[in-house]
């Protein structure tokens, strides 16, 4: 089966959060199921100096721009990687602009889905399926329906939508869209596949074009069906439940793993954990200048690895997290950057607490890496997640997540029972900053306990949560498309 997938991030070549990871991580997972994977992403300003990227002298025009195809493939496999150079688009930095997003995105993303059916023109290859991956390529599925539905090439083939984020939608001015794109759409009419509240969203079309809907977590899939998590569109994904699933997003454990991971340098595994013991005093030493800093090295260190984003749930910190660091009985890691709001709390605590607390502005995917693999905890007090992948990350390390009852994290992550000595994590439910106080107070109790520590990490370590299972279900649902033709 040929599989074209388009994405606005890729990891390796241009990520900003997870979509990245995952975009990555489900070729790999199709091609060792004996599949065909192709993927297609802007070449972004950031992109320039990978030197494995070549040109393949296919150039065409959309919208009166030059787009150039280049070539690469995944590190350490044969999966090739196009890349849509347009000066015009693309060459600036960043991929979306921020805080607010480049005017002009409608066009950018308008081209990269275009130019995904060109090129496969230009190659004379013909997908079974077309993977859409949130609204900056949802656009993907009425190109397949209109304006490419008769061509030989495409008669066979099935657009398929994942969802990784409802919130974000593409909202697009009404007459530029139909400017580049020619599509036919009314003004005032409630039943445009187009226009939702007779504005053009992104997300709604492709909801509305697609054979098929995938939310990347069972429980999420779920929510985007009710008022309080489906960002506006929950009548929208009812009407379209008959074509709505879940897929658990899974993780890519040849990047992520503490015997082989090449950004630690203290390895060890479920049988021999003194590498995360060592690791972990490797890296208060890097954070924490101050020899006397360092003690006392009993307290539990909580990692915050994030983009800093109102649905992360970090305003539930501001009244609790100062007074656990006051009371000296935990340290804080914290690498992100985002909303300026959690960018100054975060500063201020550092400044606030220090030898107790450290802030990274950014991201670093070495210090990542380290904090997953050497931190005690790992906070998640989502308000909403549709799936989370650094809590599955953080588990393969032993570092046991603390997160909010929801979305994908729910379908993930088990309460841990004293009694019986299941679950593989501290979950709480409601969203207030004393709920979260109670499950970080529970989390030092049971780190004080060695009794109840190990067998809490060792379940962690032992979950399996692997993109190949997470691209078997993809396939499956792929197939089920395929046979109603």
Known sequence: MIILLASAELDHFAKVGGLADISAALPRGWADL??????????YQCITDFTEIHSTNIEFTICNLSVRVFKSHLPESTISVYLLECDELYDRPGIYGNPDGYEDNDLRFYVLCKAAFELMIELNISPDVISAHDYHTALLMPLLKIDYARHPQ?????????????????????????????????????HSPFLFHDHFNALYSGINFSDAIIAVSP??????????????????????????????NGVNYGLWNPSDDCHINQHFTILDKSGKVQGRKFLLQSLFDDEKDLLPDSLPVFGIVSRFTEQKGFELLEDCIENCLKDKKIRLIVLGSGDARYEDYFSRIQNSFPGYCSYTRGYDEELAHRILAYADFFLMPSLFEPCGLTQ???????????????????DTIEDFNQ??????????????????????????????NKSLMNPLIDNAMHCDY????????????????????
Do not use: C
């Open 392 to 410: 599955l990350y953080a588990m393969k390390y032993g570092t046991i997540p603390i997160v909010r009852h929801v979305g994908g994290l729910k």
């Open 154 to 190: 495409f008669l066979n083939t099935k657009g398929v939508l994942t969802i990784h984020n409802a919130q974000y939608q593409g909202w697009y001015d009404n007459e530029r869209i139909r400017e580049f794109s020619h599509w036919e759409f009314i003004e005032k009419d409630s």
């Open 466 to 485: 692997s993109i190949h299972k997470t691209a078997i279900q993809y396939i499956e649902s792929f197939e089920t498309l395929k046979e109603r033709h």
């Open 34 to 43: 004996s599949h065909e994977p192709i993927v297609i992403i802007p070449k």
């Open 419 to 448: 009694i019986q000595l299941i679950g593989n994590g501290i979950t709480f439910s409601e969203f207030t900053s004393s709920a979260l106080l109670r499950a970080i107070d529970m989390a030092i109790d049971i780190y004080g």
């Open 219 to 248: 429980g999420y899939a779920n929510e985007i069906l009710t008022e309080e998590y489906g960002a506006g569109l929950h009548e929208v994904f009812n009407n379209n439940r008959h074509k709505l699933s879940g897929i658990l």
